[in-house]
């Protein structure tokens, strides 16, 4: 699975748009992109998943570059409730399901 | 809908002591993954399950941890004997399907302390 390079923490402000990219340069052909999403004592939430372009759902947006080595997750306007640890995983098709975690990006959101 | 069911949510044991973690997944789902969740490793998966049957157990970290899902509705994970080092948030998640694609649901996790 290709391993994947994210910014350890990020700040922003109420209101803000927040914008985390991940790398995975070693990307193969049929992984797929998912990022999930965790908050203190709770197990890890989905938000997005997506293969190549813009994938776009009622929390977030993700956007694929065509060489697909790098991806980023967008939260618009985001809330103190945002405040959480963003993980960007590479998921292989012919790996069942088995998701490899990073060490994920922690967002801090201020008032 | 209840999600996925884990218990105990808090585990204090004593080193030695035989420890068994549980969990039921959503009704439907025909996966089932166990994590471990450390501050120095982060999220580990150490196996998973599809229909019941192990897939991948290449994760589990030595013959101390064994895992068993006996039907569709029910895993447990054990440590046997625990030690301090499994001091850790274990999670378990279950999907629909297995493929890389299926969304996971996680459980709230059993924080484990072994002393």
């Known amino acids: 699975l290709a391993k994947t390079t994210q910014p350890i923490s990020m700040d922003s402000y109420e209101g803000q748009e927040v914008n985390i990219t991940c790398s995975h340069n070693?990307?193969?052909?049929?992984?797929?992109i998912t990022w999930y999403q965790q908050f203190p004592s709770q197990g890890p939430r989905f938000i997005i998943q997506g293969y190549k372009t813009k994938v776009t759902n009622e929390v977030a947006s993700l956007f694929i570059p065509a060489d697909r080595k790098s991806s980023t997750l967008s939260l618009p306007r985001v809330s103190l409730s945002d405040t959480a640890v963003y993980y960007c995983l590479v998921t292989a098709v012919n790996q069942g399901g088995k998701l490899i975690f990073g060490q994920g990006t922690e967002l801090s959101v201020k008032p | 809908d209840a999600g996925v069911i884990q218990s105990p949510r808090h585990e204090v044991t004593e080193m030695g002591q035989e420890v068994t973690l549980r969990c039921k997944p959503i009704?439907?789902?025909?996966?089932l993954f166990w994590y471990r969740q450390t501050m120095m490793r982060g999220l580990e998966l150490l196996i998973y399950?599809?229909?019941?049957?192990?897939?991948?157990d290449s994760g589990m970290p030595e013959d101390r941890f064994s895992a068993k899902m006996p039907n569709a509705s029910f895993s447990t994970l054990k440590i046997q004997p625990s030690e301090p080092r499994d001091s850790a948030v274990y999670f378990c998640?279950?999907?629909f399907g297995g493929g890389a694609t299926d969304t996971q649901y996680f459980g709230p996790g059993t924080r484990l302390t072994v002393l």
């Open positions: 998640a279950s999907s």
């Open positions: 070693n990307i193969a052909t049929n992984d797929y």
């Open positions: 399950f599809n229909n019941n049957v192990p897939i991948d």
């Open positions: 009704s439907g789902h025909n996966s």
